[in-house]
Structures are given as structure tokens and as C-alpha cells.
């Protein structure tokens, strides 16, 4: 009966660590998530910006005369 307790024992203080393990691994998976989240958001906004940019520029290039109008 004391062999079984012990081992009983045993396998909870193994579970317990696997549940503290499970817990950093999942704070730090949490922390690059957010990170990422970040990073996105930032290349994002730099897409947007480029796009604002590119957009100016069309806006400067004049405009093409219709080719029925040459002909």
C-alpha cells in the first residue's frame, strides 16, 4: 500500500512539473505572440505609408492623352 502511495506521489509531483513547464512555455509563447503582433502592426502601418506614397507620386504623373484624340 505504501509502494502505491509512493508511487502515486511520484507521478503527481511529475504532472506538477509538466504543468509548471506547460505555464512558462506558455507565457513565453504569449510574449512572442505579442511581439509578432507588434511587428505586424508596425510593417502595416509602413505598408500603408508606402501606399499613401505611391499614390502622390501616381497623382504628379500626368495624365495620357487618349489615343482616339491622336488618330
Do not use: F, H
Not at 512539473?17 to 510574449?31: D, F, I, K, P, Y
Not at 511587428?39 to 504623373?61: N, V
Amino acid at each position: 500500500m505504501l509502494e502505491e502511495l509512493d508511487a502515486l506521489a511520484a507521478k503527481m509531483q511529475e504532472i506538477a512539473g509538466q504543468v509548471q513547464a506547460l505555464r512558462a512555455e506558455n507565457r513565453e509563447l504569449r510574449a512572442r505572440l505579442a511581439a509578432a503582433t507588434a511587428e505586424l502592426d508596425a510593417m502595416r502601418g509602413r505598408i500603408a505609408a508606402a501606399a499613401e506614397r505611391i499614390d502622390a507620386l501616381l497623382a504628379k504623373l500626368p495624365r495620357e492623352e487618349s489615343t482616339a484624340r491622336s488618330t
